[in-house]
């Protein structure tokens, strides 16, 4: 099976802040990973999918690159709400592990 | 607009069983994949099982195989996750989302509101 693994697992920024998050796959998956944002008590949201196409709604603020092992999930600047926890997703393969998660908080 | 609700949590003792519920509303249900995901307290997300739009297709994490069994009903516009041999691990929330599935991959782009198992003594 496919592992995926999240960095960092946290991260503390401000507002207006561009922050990185990264996701790496123990074996190619193209570009078959998906982003999701996470707010307490709420179900995750769908924020990109297949690496970098924006799901429709989400700000024009998040973006994804990469491709076959590495990516990551950028903000360009960052919103009041923003704050939650992000996870990637790969979907090359079932089973479709997400990545461990990171919480972003505020500085 | 796209609805999924899920029903069938609780409280169950270990080695108990319990069947969970998702009724989809707002799209063809029949053309799409459906996955229930879970999310112990605390923790992270955990894809369980997908199921294919007509049934012929099952796949399981190796966590629950051998003892979580998907179906879905077309005609009811309903996906289960049948839940033998709980254990105490096994307590989350558990979601159902639309499993979009295309030449970008799986996506799961439409979740419900979660329903809480809480398998204990």
């Known amino acids: 099976d496919i592992q995926v693994t999240q960095s960092p697992s946290s991260l503390s920024a401000s507002v207006g802040d561009r922050v990185t998050i990264t996701c790496r796959t123990s074996?190619?998956?193209?570009?078959?990973l998906n982003w999701y944002q996470q707010k307490p008590g709420k179900a995750p949201n769908l924020l990109i999918y297949a690496a970098s196409i924006l799901q429709s709604g989400v700000p024009s603020r998040f973006s994804g690159s990469g491709s076959g092992t590495d990516f990551t999930l950028t903000i360009s600047s960052l919103q009041p709400e923003d704050f939650a926890t992000y996870y990637c997703q790969q979907s090359y393969t079932a089973p479709y592990p997400f990545g461990q998660g990171t919480k972003l908080q505020i500085k | 607009q796209v609805q999924l609700v899920e029903s069938g949590g609780g409280l169950v003792k270990p080695g108990g069983s319990l069947r969970l519920s998702c009724a989809a509303s707002g799209f063809s249900f029949s053309d799409y994949y459906m996955t229930w995901i879970r999310q112990a307290p605390g923790k992270g997300l955990e894809w369980v099982s997908h199921?294919?739009?007509?049934?012929?297709?099952?796949k399981y994490a190796d966590s629950v195989k051998g003892r979580f069994t998907i179906s879905r009903d077309n005609s009811k516009n309903s996906v289960y996750l049948q839940m033998n041999s709980l254990r105490a691990e096994d307590t989350a929330v558990y979601y159902c989302?639309?499993?979009?599935?295309?030449?970008?991959?799986?996506?799961?782009?439409?979740w419900g509101q979660g329903t809480l198992v809480t398998v204990s003594s």
């Open positions: 199921i294919g739009s007509s049934s012929t297709y099952t």
């Open positions: 989302a639309r499993d979009n599935v295309d030449r970008y991959g799986d996506y799961f782009d439409y």
């Open positions: 074996q190619s998956i193209t570009s078959y």
